[in-house]
T-cell receptor, first 112, second 114 residues
Framework: GQQLNQSPQSMFIQEGEDVSMNCTSS?????WLWYKQDPGEGPVLLIA?????ELTSNGRLTAQFGTTRKDSFLNISASIPSDVGIYFC????????????FGTGTRLTVIP | EPEVTQTPSHQVTQMGQEVILRCVPI?????FYWYRQILGQKVEFLVS????????KSEIFDDQFSVERPDGSNFTLKIRSTKLEDSAMYFC????????????FGQGTRLTVV
């Protein structure tokens, strides 16, 4: 299957700091999605990106669809304790393959 | 806000038993999916379903697995003879369109095979 690598694997940051994480793939995707997962819960959609180069914000979150269509990044500004969780990128190939391929995840810990 | 709901939230079953996991997708969505997440690992695609038939499936989705949409609202995943390695969180998701669209996930069913 498709491999999506996320970095960093885990982060410990101070409350109020900005966070940046990214996702790279060997394959081109037509859609990139970013999800947050809390323990024991399902992934919750944060941001969806549909065009190469697209930059989209959702409150303190900003994500970009890389121009090569093989990568994406997610930034969180002014982190707060409830940002704690695992962040997953997911790519969709499209063209008949509609399932999502998930990244390996970035575990974020925010220290108050 | 519409949401995907799954039942049960936790299922414990003996190895070799059949289990059925249930999902109610968002009502106007047309595409339905099952994903699996083994503890501490990433979410993996199992199967997608559209127009009352499977449209894609992964290598994980072998003959022990089946899906069904028995009525207009429920979408089920059946595992015929569970194995220890089937223990995982199982997530249902739905989308309005097949592509370029947002997938919404349920809260998951934790399956424990003993």
């Amino acid at each position: 299957g498709q491999q999506l690598n996320q970095s960093p694997q885990s982060m410990f940051i101070q409350e109020g700091e900005d966070v940046s994480m990214n996702c790279t793939s060997s394959s081109i995707f037509n859609t990139w999605l970013w999800y947050k997962q809390d323990p024991g819960e399902g992934p919750v959609l944060l941001i969806a990106l549909y065009k190469a180069g697209e930059l989209t914000s959702n409150g303190r979150l900003t994500a970009q669809f890389g121009t090569t269509r093989k990568d994406s990044f997610l930034n969180i500004s002014a982190s707060i304790p409830s940002d704690v969780g695992i962040y997953f990128c997911a790519g969709q190939l499209g063209a008949g393959a509609n399932n999502l391929f998930f990244g390996t995840g970035t575990r974020l810990t925010v220290i108050p | 806000e519409p949401e995907v709901t799954q039942t049960p939230s936790h299922q414990v079953t003996q190895m070799g038993q059949e289990v059925i996991l249930r999902c109610v997708p968002i009502s106007n969505h047309l595409y339905f999916y099952w994903y699996r997440q083994i503890l501490g690992q990433k979410v993996e695609f199992l199967v997608s379903f559209y127009n009352n038939e499977i449209s894609e499936k992964s290598e994980i989705f072998d003959d022990q697995f089946s899906v069904e949409r028995p009525d207009g609202s429920n979408f089920t995943l059946k595992i015929r003879s569970t194995k220890l390695e089937d223990s995982a969180m199982y997530f249902c998701a739905s989308t309005y369109r097949g592509r370029n669209t947002e997938a919404f996930f349920g809260q998951g069913t934790r399956l424990t095979v003993v």
